[in-house]
């Protein structure tokens, strides 16, 4: 079998339309079927169920998509690497960092490596939201992303690793009446307002805290906010209280207070990325950047 005709058995098992596949693929829905004909022969299975209504796979077809798809995702990763060491490494790495997050003592050491063994690369780092980071990571806009774990975790393709464990904390205006205890419950604060990002901002963590409350014994009073800078700057005026990480950047602010807690999530902070994307610049960057890991 050639690369080719990988390409095109993935395509067409994950369309599960030969019309569609095909259109995919630039070629005739004639030419792709003669193509799949081909590759049955050869492997001497049957891999597409058809009917005037639906196309399935086989059960050996579920296998080789799984294995497939590696092969052509490690083909296409080393066509990337050579071409761009046979034309001298360059190009930029977009890097996005999620709002909120102090990251500061985190760069310098990999930005120095970069600025001398590759100076040609132009490094951008960029702060986004929750759904922003996982929306470009998926669509290549972005190579890499610094965010929490409980947002990576659980998603499709997406690969991760824990540059710092850290853990929640309630944050609460320095003239909050619980703001000098050293431990509070989540429950102790259902009188309060709580600020939390809308769903729009961020799918999972107005969903954890939720939660987090319910299990608490009650239905806290919410306060949506656009983004987590929104969320931060109201908690800082005194208006509710809210749930943060020690790398938020308030974490060292005196206005505000933060308290310990029972997890609520896992907020480490973690470095993440796309399965698809084949820019060789973000495993020379992920390489360094966590081989103190």
């Known amino acids: 079998m050639t690369i080719t005709q990988i390409k ?3 395509t067409t098992a994950k369309c599960l339309n030969f019309t569609k596949a095909a259109s995919q693929l630039y070629i005739t829905q004639p030419a792709l079927s003669r193509q799949i ?13 058809r009917n005037n209504r639906a196309v399935k796979l086989t059960p050996a077809a579920v296998v080789l998509l799984e294995e497939f798809e590696k092969i052509y995702n490690d083909y296409n990763l080393a066509i990337a690497k ?29 930005l120095k ?18 759904n922003e980071l996982i929306e470009r990571l998926y669509s290549n806009q972005l190579d890499l992303i610094v965010t929490l774990k409980f947002d990576v975790e659980r998603r499709d393709r997406i690969q991760f690793r824990v540059i710092e464990n850290t853990k929640d904390h309630v944050v609460v205006h320095k003239d909050h009446r619980l ?4 431990y509070v419950k989540l429950s102790d604060f259902k009188d309060d307002i709580i600020m939390m990002v ?13 939660d987090a409350c319910k299990n608490a014994g009650f239905n806290p009073r919410v306060k949506f906010a656009t983004s987590l ?15 943060l990480d ?14 310990n807690v029972d997890p609520i999530s896992d907020p480490s902070l973690s470095l993440a990325w796309s399965l698809d994307n084949y820019n060789p610049l973000k495993e020379i960057f992920k390489n360094n950047f966590l081989k103190n890991d």
């Open 229 to 243: 800078q929104e969320e931060m700057l109201w908690v800082e005026a005194g208006v509710g209280v809210c749930i």
């Open 198 to 210: 809308s769903p729009e901002d961020s799918e999972e963590s107005p969903k954890l805290i939720l």
């Open 113 to 130: 490596y970069f600025d001398e063994f590759y100076p040609q690369v132009k490094i951008n780092l960029r702060n986004y939201s929750f």
């Open 37 to 49: 004909a081909v590759i049955e022969s050869e492997l001497n299975m049957q891999l597409f169920v």
């Open 8 to 10: 095109y058995f993935i």
């Open 179 to 182: 703001a000098g205890a050293s």
């Open 82 to 110: 050579a071409a761009n060491s046979f034309a001298g490494l360059s190009g930029e790495l977009n890097i996005g960092i999620l709002e909120g997050a102090y990251v500061g003592d985190l760069f310098p050491d990999v």
């Open 246 to 259: 020690t790398r938020n950047n308030l974490y060292h602010n005196e206005t505000v207070r933060f308290l």
